[in-house]
């Protein structure tokens, strides 16, 4: 049986995926960056392979010899000094390096970890959007980059007849990363600091676990050429935040900010930024993209086609807050102001 490849394996995706794979006792290859830490991986028996999806040999030797490959790797990242290249190359030309190397090697299928961020936000809380939307108007370098990789990858596929799908998860949460993420920085910001404001919008919350498992149903029953949303509950940032303050005992923030003056509060973190030469805590393109905006998602078609479960956001956040706590990235100081509700207690 050829190994199955995972890039960005030691992503927080990537690393769930392997997980799920080992325990159907599949041979898995995953491709990290050289000086990423490999030891979780090799725990679970993951063959490690070394290299830069932005380097195209090392990439098609990482490919070579594989039967399927599950593309996580990509610039997550919502701000950068460079973002050309922290964010938009790593997404779009390792995607390309990817897809030609699968090509190359022959592959049986290719799934992408893309995101809900290539369908576009809505203005107000009452549309659900699916897949046959596409964001006509991003802000952040991040979603640009997953944008023009979606397109890349679809036009090498249909090009060269290379099986490829992609799922496309809303805020992906939950337990099992080294280092927070994008998006659980969201949930570990408030554990540290608190959030005294918050703005109109909210979000489609989904599970790493829920993402792992709808992208090997992908794998296995996704059809070539298409996208399949990948998110669970939808939820306002206000209730985001009253969730998590029910489960810590901290206080949820009361104030409602216009998102105006969140755009001049943010205008003031980057000037500041420009200063310090460290990252602002939210830049403009943050807001443009996601204050007013409402992340609301249609999954039925991956509950259809690919027997796609989920769990409640509740659930989501209880299991990353969990995770945040036991494994250390919670300050002493702001985990004795907490009041943990019992339930945290083996969420994961």
């Given amino acids: ?26 041979p898995v290859r995953g491709m990290i960056r050289p000086s990423a830490d490999a030891k979780a991986l090799e725990a679970l028996g993951v063959e490690i392979v070394r290299g830069d999806i932005l380097d195209a040999s090392s990439t098609s030797a990482a490919v070579a010899g594989t039967g399927r490959v599950y593309h996580t790797a990509a610039g997550f990242l919502m701000w950068s000094k460079d973002p050309e290249r922290d964010i938009i190359r790593p997404s779009v030309e390792g995607t390309r390096n990817v897809l030609e190397a699968a090509v190359a090697a022959g592959v049986e299928k290719v799934v992408d970890t893309s995101t809900t961020g290539t369908m576009g936000f809505a203005t107000t809380p009452d549309g659900m959007i699916d897949e046959s939307h596409f ?3 991003p802000h952040t370098h991040y979603v640009r980059g997953k944008i023009a990789a979606e397109k890349e990858a679809f036009a090498i596929a249909a090009r060269t007849g290379l099986p490829f799908c992609t799922t496309n998860p809303g805020l992906i949460l939950g337990p099992r990363f080294s280092k927070p993420s994008e998006s659980v920085k969201q949930v570990s910001d408030f554990l540290n600091r608190g959030t005294p404001l918050y703005f109109d919008g909210g979000f489609s919350i989904v599970d790493v676990e829920d993402v792992a498992r709808g992208s090997l149903a992908a794998m296995e029953k996704g059809r070539s050429g298409e996208r399949y949303i990948l998110a669970g509950e939808n939820v306002t940032v206000k209730q985001l935040f009253d969730i998590l303050a029910d489960l810590t005992g901290l206080a949820a923030p009361t104030i409602k900010a216009p998102v105006a003056l969140v755009r001049v509060l943010a205008a003031l973190m980057e000037l500041a930024s420009k200063l310090t030469g460290s990252r602002p805590m939210l830049d403009r393109s943050q807001v443009d993209e996601f204050a007013g905006k409402y992340g609301y998602f249609d999954n039925s078609k991956a509950v259809r086609e690919l027997g796609y479960t989920y769990l409640s956001a509740r659930d989501t956040l209880r299991r990353t807050v969990a995770w945040l706590v036991d494994n250390g990235f919670v300050s002493g100081r702001r985990r004795q102001a907490m009041k943990l509700v019992p339930s945290l207690a083996n969420a994961y």
């Fill in 1 to 26: 049986m050829k190994p199955t490849l995972v890039t960005g394996a030691n992503g927080h995706v990537g690393n769930n995926i392997c997980r799920l794979l080992t325990e159907r006792g599949e």
């Fill in 135 to 137: 964001n006509q108007h």
